[in-house]
């Protein structure tokens, strides 16, 4: 009792450690938003990009609205009340985050574009802070929400007469709810962006570039503008969405894991203040992003993230060895950055370099070679990261049993907010670009914001590498937690055992069933904008030649709708079955169920982002010049690959991470519901038992 | 003891079951011999084609040697002298099957193409008993084999003093030895062969079809004759070693659960008389496969299909009622047989009708398009599967247990004599189109060649279903057995431990490195296949006016030197990993190894083998006329697809089957040994315990 009151003021810390956080995303803003927005069309077009992106948005809310207030009602008469609640501000702040990242990356494109007028750094100088709202956002946000709702739980049951250690207990049982809210919010705007972003992009280029031969952000291009959005709802909130949802499941397993394995309330305070020595690593790499107008700009970047680094590890350090007194932790939170690098840095040499020389060589026969070949490079890039990750299992394992994993977890995913900040950078230098060319900055621009894009695309290379890495290790810790709580921590969950191995050859086919459902929707809606835009070709005298404007709201609209409506089946898929199976066939089952889905997914989902990437790659290494350059019949080939590459890397790859953290999460918090449902159901068929 | 000795006749009736077969062997063989084998420019392609299979056959079964002397060396010294005895039984009679079956194979191509002449149902007569010879060839020197090995080490051990049932138990743990034979050879059949029939494939296509414009089988083609070379030695022979493996490992994994969990010899019996009566009921339906010359072909095969079917039901259900008397065992052998059809119908639905024609009319849009929704599709049509299974495991677990799950596997492979004969008509039919075609033998005779073909490739979809299904439960059953042996069915296999975690993650990338490496292995070779074969259209003067002949030995020869080279990486790592990881981490991490690979492996062999058939398919649906038929834009964005899906359906997804059964039945072999080096070795590095 006595001890538990000792750690509460790490409560006090960790909500402080947010509102810090928020005041440099207020910082941050200031900072883009005094720049110059440029001239007038550049502003038309940037803020026709910000009211689709917005529209989006808040369509995608509105739709998921629906999901979360039936999910409030089951958890609130079916769970528990503070769950319910828990839940609802998880999926708040996840939402908030998304709604201030997207607001500030759409008000950044234009005014980094009017910047690269000046000089590539003065544009990195806004493009960079632009991107680091987004990341500290999501952290800030988080970190916040969980703090808060975690204290006034504490205090609610304390105040109307539970002891504090029994308060504990309850609370930390209840705010899983908060990490089913992120989830649910991550897998819709993750699926519903994913589709969004690369339908548009498919879209545009299938009759733009293909059939009509016009350059890439033509303003001709009717679907140009929805392209744009693409970027900013896909790669930025969505993205956003995924990573909050990480962190925070991180964080929540620790707590569990702490409390109802370790029974240390000292050991759930941690994984908080871990936290909160990571926002503040994650502000100091992002003043680390310097501009001097001679330097390398892949090594201004490059030093961002070194410094977060660093300065993680020794604020991690002082934390463990002057509070925790427990060096092990220490070790168990470095297997997990480590590993997280790893994952990160064999994503990059799979996809460039030597690796996509060999692949782009195989277009000399055709788009089937660069296939065969860029399957196979990316099958085995899925090799290491395994063995990385299983190695940095056992050893946090090894160190501090469950509790390892979930310090691992919350390692790897420390410095989301610097790693959100280089991703969220890359769309709106994307942005930028299209600015540049929509509105004829001329040549020079162009290409100061092309380089700007290509810098963040090989960093993001690695941030991708944290969230596969992350997702994998956070998905244990809280399938851990979810076999902590329904008892199986006692009595093991046998493999051999029938039930179990039938649960794993179910749950093996979800990932396979989310990669079909999202690339399904990508081909089709891409399929509906490519026939719209054709439309328009044809029915918009003068449309080609440049004297009349497309209709790009249409084309905005279109894409909304199909990417949301596409969104639905395996966003509902992934929180029903986990349900099914448990009620059905019980906890054994859910756990093998779990356990299968986790172990094909990882890979999956390394070897989609890496394939994309490589023939992405592997793509522009041909328009660099090389094997015949623009044009050729090796590009041809090569574009082939990429259109494929494109759904793989940005629509199911990512939407496997968020898949698995969110069957592992709704099997916690409805862990003890379902092991009820299940006697009743056995009762009644009694061969389901 | 008495209750032993009751049993012993039964394996006498194993010996006659499988003399029987052969007798049946030789009546067929007899049949096909007895045709009149064609002209002599027929005979001359024939005997180039048999040629070439023959020297691809000694060449590879001579390199699989060397490997085979080191295991049987390391088995004999390290494991026991008869398990390495049975080792090399097991693999002997495996290439005994694949050298008759090839031999009747190859010699019944040219007599298949003289009856076309005659009417479509003169030369399925003679192309169905060729199949029927490998089908039989294989199950009969499988059951006699096993049979005979079992007995001589019962007889000899009993001979030289020890007690009857003490000689059961002993002989049951080295009979493994034959099972591990028959993967080795398997695997490297499978991959061998599947490597050479894709790359002569696709490097006869790349410069024949796509770059020089003429037709497939055309003799100006110098990789003409390797292509038609590797139709027999990768649909013929590697499919016969894959699943003389799978039905000699379901029949190996129910007699040591049988043995060592059950205590019951006469379990263990009924795996042999079930086996007994599956090459009865085989027997049966190859007659029933009779040709009435107004009769669909199609409705002729099912015929046959079907009545080894209904003829197995029926024999099954005497002998376990009539002899083994609980009707549970029935039921288990059901499940599997269902499950196995199931897996089949569905691979059906997924590769033919209204999914195939989503997939071509994809086409529209390119080469992209119809990738996409091939993957989406294929992906999708691993669900149903493998609930099936996970349904028949379940079924056969509560009815019997482990030992359910063997019969299971049983009851899926009782008809492997008549899914053989169906395959192995395949490339029959195959190779008679093409020396129609070579020996220009007229429009009607190829088109009649063609439809024989054809039909056959549609039954052969359920038999892929099925030799995939019976992979899955194989290798569950043998990791069941495994697991028994090295004591871990009593203290069961944890997925909460952190070593079964580590070990699921590293198994799951074990199906991802045999793809990748297969992969790479056929775009390579065909590479190098495509180079030669531009070479000799350059260099032999009036090779492509028809004028010349190309050198066709070259190509065998350079398509026999690659395939056995790319073989040898992805075979040894089969047998190697599982050892490493249970030298290195021990028992359980062996374990959570074997199970994460079956559970990535069963679905991605699903998802290879359905796509591949689904692009074929599509390709074919637009050369029947479709979307703009032949020489369309469509047709060659199909093209492009089809030549992915071919290493994926027959290089890439069969290797996978035997993986997952090989590393199975080594980790069974080498258990005990693999427990005491693990001692040895944590005890000089303790932190591996």
């Known amino acids: 009792m006595n001890q538990i009151l000792q750690q509460m003021p790490v409560l006090g810390v960790t909500i402080i450690g947010g509102i810090m956080g928020l005041i440099f995303v207020w910082y941050f803003s200031r900072k883009v938003l005094s720049a110059n927005p440029g001239n007038e069309q550049m502003q038309t077009i940037a803020s026709l990009i910000r009211k689709g992106a917005i529209a989006f948005l808040t369509r995608e809310y509105k739709t998921i609205l629906y999901f979360m207030i039936v999910m409030f009602i089951v958890i609130f ?6 769950t319910a609640i828990a839940f609802l501000v998880g999926a708040g702040c996840s939402m908030l985050a998304g709604i201030i990242g997207m607001n500030i990356s759409t008000l950044s494109s234009s005014r980094t574009a009017e910047k690269c007028k000046l000089s590539f750094n003065e544009a990195l100088s806004i493009a960079f802070p632009g991107g680091a709202v987004m990341g500290l956002s999501v952290v800030s946000l988080g970190l916040l929400g969980l703090g808060i709702v975690y204290l006034a739980f504490i ?4 105040s109307t007469g539970s002891d504090l250690t029994k308060a504990v207990y309850e609370a930390t049982s209840m705010i899983v709810g908060f990490s089913m809210g992120a989830s649910s919010i991550a897998l819709f705007a993750r699926v519903g962006g994913g589709i969004y972003t690369k339908a548009a992009d498919v879209g545009a280029d299938l009759v733009g570039k293909i059939e009509e031969g016009i350059p890439e952000d033509d303003p001709r291009n009717p679907a140009v503008i929805a392209d744009n959005v693409g970027d900013m709802v896909g790669d930025c909130a969505g993205m956003g969405a995924d990573l909050y949802e990480s962190y925070v499941g991180a964080i929540v397993s620790g707590l569990v894991i702490a409390i109802f394995n370790l029974n240390d309330p000292k050991s759930a305070m941690l994984c908080l203040l871990l936290s909160v020595v990571g926002i503040i690593a994650s502000i100091i790499g992002v003043f680390f992003v310097r501009t001097k107008s001679d330097q390398d700009p892949q090594v201004v970047l490059n030093k961002g993230l070194i410094a977060s680094v660093v300065f993680y590890i020794l604020f991690s350090l002082i934390v463990i060895l002057g509070w925790y007194k427990n060096i092990n932790a220490f070790w168990s939170v470095m297997s997990g950055l480590i590993a997280g690098m790893l994952v990160g840095f064999v994503a990059q040499y799979y996809t460039s370099g030597n690796a996509v020389k060999s692949i782009a060589e195989q277009a000399k026969t055709g788009a089937a070679t660069i296939f065969i070949e860029g399957t196979a490079t990316s099958m085995l890039s899925t090799v290491l ?3 990385a990750i299983a190695i940095a299992s056992i050893i946090a394992y090894k160190l501090q049993g469950v509790f390892g994993i979930a310090l691992s977890a919350i ?3 420390a410095l989301t907010g610097t790693t959100v900040a280089i991703d969220a950078y890359g769309p709106i230098a994307d942005n930028a670009a299209g600015i540049s060319e929509m509105a004829h900055m001329g040549e020079e621009v162009r290409r ?12 993001a290379a690695v941030g991708k590498g944290f969230a596969i890495g992350s997702a994998a290790l956070t998905a244990l810790a809280l399938f851990s937690a979810y076999a902590e709580t329904v008892g199986l921590g006692s009595t093991g969950l046998n493999i051999l055992d029938a039930k179990v191995i039938a649960g794993m050859f179910i749950g093996c086919i979800m990932p396979f069933f989310l990669i079909s459902k999202t690339l399904q929707a990508v081909g089709r809606a891409a399929y509906s904008i490519a026939e719209e835009v054709r439309r328009q070709f044809r029915e918009i005298p003068g449309l080609l030649e440049g004297k009349a404007l497309p209709d790009s709201a249409k084309c905005v609209d279109i894409t909304t709708q199909a990417a949301l409506k596409k969104m639905i089946l395996p966003g509902l ?14 906890k054994e089952a859910l756990g093998g169920f779990l356990a299968g889905s986790l172990i094909t997914g990882v890979p999956l989902a390394i070897y989609l982002a890496n394939a994309g990437a490589a023939w992405d790659n592997a793509k522009k290494y041909i328009e660099e010049g090389n094997l015949g350059g623009k044009g050729s019949d090796a590009h041809k080939a090569s574009v082939v690959c990429d259109t494929v590459g494109d759904p793989f890397k940005d629509t199911s790859g990512p939407s496997l991470n968020i898949l698995l953290k969110l069957m592992s999460v709704v099997s916690l918090v409805f862990g003890s519901a379902l092991i009820y449902l299940h006697e009743q159901i056995a009762n009644l068929l009694p061969f389901l038992r």
């Open 411 to 413: 390692g790897m995913l």
């Open 155 to 158: 205090w609610y049951l304390v």
């Open 77 to 82: 008469f079916g769970i528990a009340k503070k």
């Open 448 to 459: 100061r914001a092309e380089r700007l894009d290509a810098v963040g695309n090989t960093t």
């Open 573 to 586: 898929s992934a929180v029903i079955v986990p349900l099914l199976i448990g009620i059905l066939l019980g």
């Open 385 to 387: 990261p395994l063995i």
